[in-house]
């Protein structure tokens, strides 16, 4: 099974602008982040896909496969299909495409195994997303922090940025107590 990893990074963001570059103890975030990811052993490539000429030079300059794409997508999503149609292009296909978030720099390795090991084990499954309960009011309130909703078969069917289920008429600090969140 041949699997690649991409990192999508914007310079532009709405609420941090500058994000993928900037330090955390002395190296960049999306440093740090591809660091993490070319270090586990499920990667045959790992690409850094930007639309900003300051991140791709970046990228350059610590050694990081990176490919400049379209200024005009609504999502990392988008930019790395773009990353994959250019590669089968260039008659590089892989198996599993793994969407690295480019502002998770401490992520463990080792979830990325367990990510792909979900497609070894099933070749039914298309689309498979990594998920941690929250565990404080401080995050599920966050709005920063993207939640996500499971259906009974624990099945992602929503997203959000807001902590759902709504619990009416409850005090936020007793919701953990009543209802698992989990954090996307």
């Known amino acids: 099974m041949k699997v690649i990893g991409i990192i999508p990074a914007r310079y532009a963001s709405t609420r941090f602008p500058g994000k993928p570059l900037q330090e ?7 440093n740090r982040v591809y660091n993490r ?3 586990s052993p499920v990667f045959q490539k790992v690409v850094i896909a930007t639309d900003d000429q300051r991140i791709f030079d970046h990228s350059i300059e610590f050694g990081a496969d990176v490919m ?6 609504e999502s990392g999503t988008d930019r790395c299909n773009e990353v994959i149609q250019k590669l089968e292009n260039d008659k590089e296909f892989f198996d599993v495409i793994v969407n690295i978030q480019g502002d998770e720099p401490f992520l463990d390795i080792s979830q990325f195994e367990q990510l792909v090991d979900i ?3 099933n070749n039914e499954v298309q689309i498979a997303t990594l998920a941690k309960e929250i565990t404080n009011t401080k995050e ?6 993207v939640k996500v909703i499971f259906d009974k078969n ?9 902590a759902l289920p709504y619990q ?3 005090d936020q600090e007793n919701w953990i107590a009543t209802e ?3 954090k996307h």
Do not use: C, D, P, W
Request: net charge positive; proline share 0%; glycine share 4%.
């Open 24 to 30: 955390i103890h002395g190296k960049t975030m999306i």
């Open 37 to 39: 990811a070319i270090k």
């Open 68 to 73: 400049m794409t379209s200024e005009k997508h």
């Open 119 to 121: 497609f070894r084990k």
């Open 140 to 145: 599920l309130f966050n709005s920063n922090v």
């Open 154 to 162: 624990f099945q992602a069917i929503y997203f959000s940025r807001y």
């Open 168 to 170: 009416r008429g409850k």
């Open 180 to 182: 698992t969140y989990f």
